[in-house]
């Protein structure tokens, strides 16, 4: 992806309309280039993940304008290129596949982030019925490979939540905000052209927790 990562690296440097609008054919190449990754990773992981079928690839990927309506960082645009592999409708999204390219920062992740408050209480609740069950697929071979068999402890709870015992043996999992998980990549294998390829076979370690969490969601 020199594109694109060519194209993160200056707008890193001129965050400004300005800019923006003489380089728009650099910012174009580098989107084309983005968007053709994301079709392949798409169009192999729908080989073991069904729910994948019919989302279509410009759906997924994230505006490069920021929304800086209530921030106090006023630069107008991102400095990464996202796509967010998310099954299911506006209303109801399905927990999926979120892929994250900015120099210094590539990373795959997926799973349930920022749920709904009745969400989050169902996965908590799919976690305490079956622990053996989710114990069983952090402990998986490519899960620990991948993601070391942890999830991302982004905001846990100090506390249990409401309604659960601290001596509950799950109790550290309930305490999760998010239930993710994240793989950090160096840009030598970003830029190289099986970067797909692997990118497919983190999901594809991922697929199990995800359906964990989609039957939680049920």
Do not use: C
Request: aromatic content about 14%; cysteine-free.
């Amino acid at each position: 992806m020199k594109k694109t990562t060519a194209f993160l690296k200056q707008i890193k440097k001129n965050n400004n309309k300005e800019w923006f609008d003489k380089n728009r054919a650099s910012y174009e190449e580098a989107k084309a280039e983005f968007t053709a990754i994301v079709e392949n990773i798409l169009s192999q992981s729908i080989k073991f993940d069904k729910k994948l079928s019919g989302l279509q690839v410009k759906k997924t990927l994230f505006r490069i304008n920021r929304d800086i309506r209530f921030s106090k960082n006023k630069s107008p645009y991102k400095t990464n290129f996202g796509a967010r592999l998310m099954p299911g409708t506006k209303d109801n999204i399905i927990p999926g596949y979120y892929l994250h390219v900015e120099p210094g920062n590539i990373f795959l992740a997926g799973g349930s982030y920022m749920p709904e408050p009745d969400k989050l209480n169902a996965i908590r609740q799919e976690i305490d019925y079956d622990f053996k069950g989710f114990k069983k697929l952090l402990a998986a071979k490519d899960f620990k490979k991948y993601f070391g068999g942890k999830l991302s402890d982004e905001e846990k709870l100090v506390n249990p939540p409401k309604g659960y015992d601290k001596e509950n043996p799950a109790i550290e999992y309930l305490k999760f905000k998010h239930y993710i998980v994240l793989h950090k990549v160096d840009e030598k294998k970003m830029m190289s052209p099986s970067f797909p390829k692997y990118a497919v076979d983190v999901f594809k370690a991922m697929y199990p927790f995800l359906v964990f969490l989609r039957k939680a969601g049920e």
